[in-house]
């Protein structure tokens, strides 16, 4: 049985999810994966059937093909620049969940969804990346928290 996945119309006012680099990393990786075995069943790799030749399909599997191809592309060279950045070193970890939620809390952080974000997608070192990726860092964080920002988010390494 073979399930697609949809797109989903969001509402006007629904805020759509947040994903960090991670998360589009292990998302594109299984898809790409299910892709290829779904592939080797069938015996059919769609990226091999070119313009002419699905032309002999007719002309809506020739679109589709077409499409599917560009959706390919666009997921590799997603993917691929993905492992390039600080998270394709990354791992999901049972203790990410919880250095998230730390990050988030005032008791740990008090960082906004975006800030947490931007932390998870970059992987700051230095306090001055702190600088670039927190509004108003130093009214809201004294040195020593920054310090501790930055040794929190190093264990997620």
Same mark, same amino acid.
């Given at each position: 049985?073979?399930?697609?996945?949809?797109?989903?119309?969001?509402?006007?006012?629904?805020?759509?999810?947040?994903?960090?680099?991670?998360?589009?990393?292990?998302?594109?990786?299984?898809?790409?994966?299910?892709?290829?075995?779904?592939?080797?069943?069938?015996?059919?790799?769609?990226?091999?059937?070119?313009?002419?030749?699905?032309?002999?399909?007719?002309?809506?599997?020739?679109?589709?093909?077409?499409?599917?191809?560009?959706?390919?592309?666009?997921?590799?060279?997603?993917?691929?620049?993905?492992?390039?950045?600080?998270?394709? /070193?990354?791992?999901?970890? =049972?203790?990410?969940?919880?250095?998230? &939620?730390? $990050?988030?809390?005032?008791?740990?952080?008090? !960082? %906004?969804?975006?800030?947490?974000?931007? /932390?998870?997608?970059?992987? =700051?070192?230095?306090?001055?990346?702190? &600088?670039? $990726?927190?509004?108003?860092?130093?009214?809201? !964080? %004294?040195?020593?928290?920054?310090?501790?920002?930055?040794?929190?988010?190093?264990?997620?390494?």
């Amino acid at each position: 049985v073979e399930t697609t996945a949809a797109m989903e119309i969001l509402k006007s006012g629904d805020v759509p999810v947040l994903m960090t680099n991670l998360e589009v990393k292990c998302h594109l990786e299984g898809r790409m994966k299910e892709r290829a075995e779904r592939q080797k069943v069938l015996g059919v790799n769609i990226s091999d059937i070119d313009a002419n030749e699905g032309a002999d399909y007719g002309d809506q599997v020739q679109k589709q093909c077409a499409t599917l191809r560009d959706r390919d592309w666009i997921e590799t060279n997603i993917l691929s620049y993905i492992s390039m950045t600080p998270c394709a /070193i990354m791992q999901i970890k =049972p203790s990410m969940d919880e250095v998230v &939620h730390k $990050l988030k809390t005032v008791e740990g952080f008090g !960082l %906004t969804d975006a800030e947490t974000l931007q /932390i998870l997608n970059h992987l =700051p070192t230095e306090v001055v990346e702190l &600088h670039l $990726l927190i509004e108003d860092l130093p009214s809201r !964080l %004294t040195e020593e928290r920054q310090e501790e920002l930055l040794r929190c988010v190093s264990q997620l390494k």
